[in-house]
């Protein structure tokens, strides 16, 4: 169910998508594993089965910035081309800059107390 009614839910395809490109060919298990799911949750999300919930999605999400800025402190590696270049150290601090924008975005989580 949307936050807002201006919120759109993504669709199982999507889910899988991104699912593949964070993690590979087992992707479900290494997702349900990171998020704490179990695999037949991301597998149900994943085929249209189950509508995901938002603290699934706001997981997802958080699992993609983390790629983002992981593969941006890998890209002055020594030895790959241009790993010393002024570009390179560029794009790593606008990488940085993006991450630090994107988890300024996430909406706080809704704990429930009890």
Not at 44 to 66: C, T
Not at 88 to 93: G, I, L, N, R, S
């Amino acid at each position: 169910m949307p936050r807002n009614k201006n919120e759109q839910i993504i669709d199982s395809d999507a889910i899988g998508v991104i699912g593949k490109t964070l993690s590979g060919t087992h992707w479900q298990s290494e997702i349900a594993r990171d998020l704490g799911y179990s695999k037949s949750f991301i597998t149900r999300a994943s085929n249209g089965a189950r509508s995901p919930d938002h603290k699934f999605l706001d997981g997802l999400r958080d699992l993609m910035i983390d790629k983002v800025e992981n593969i941006g402190k890998l890209l002055d590696t020594d030895g790959l081309p241009h790993a010393d270049k002024r570009p390179t150290k560029e794009a790593q601090k606008l990488i940085a800059q993006a991450v630090k924008l994107l988890r300024k975005q996430k909406p706080p989580i809704k704990r429930v107390s009890g």
